[in-house]
């Protein structure tokens, strides 16, 4: 039984998704740069303006983590499944993710950043 509210756990699951997208954001931005296409602008500009809306949420992520004293950590990884501690009031609960899930829900992430709509 888990100790950690649907709404805190929210919040975890989101520091371990948000900082995936940003990298694979940046692995982008490199590989459009250095890609063949005739305009890169338009494409750059896209990747970095999702880019932006996700270093944005991460801070407020790390914010919220930092307010309810939660710790996240990476404890092991194999080929199937990520295993992460997170401390929260005090108790250190031990999730498994599975590696595919993981991998759609930050692909879910991309997808909202790179087609929200713009103010």
């Not at 890609?35 to 750059?44: E, G, N, V």
């Amino acid at each position: 039984m888990t100790r950690i509210p649907s709404d805190i756990r929210d919040i975890i699951e989101q520091s371990i998704y948000i900082p995936m997208a940003i990298s694979i954001f940046n692995r982008d931005l490199s590989t459009i740069e250095n890609s063949p296409f005739k305009l890169h602008r338009p494409y750059l500009t896209l990747v970095e303006e999702a880019l932006k809306l996700a270093q944005k949420d991460l801070a407020d992520v790390k914010r919220n983590l930092h307010q309810h004293k939660i710790k996240v950590h990476q404890v092991e990884r194999d080929e199937a499944f990520t295993l992460y501690s997170f401390i929260f009031n005090g108790y250190e609960e031990k999730h498994n993710y599975f590696n595919p899930r993981i991998r759609n829900k930050v692909s879910e992430l991309m997808e909202m950043y790179l087609f929200k709509p713009t103010k």
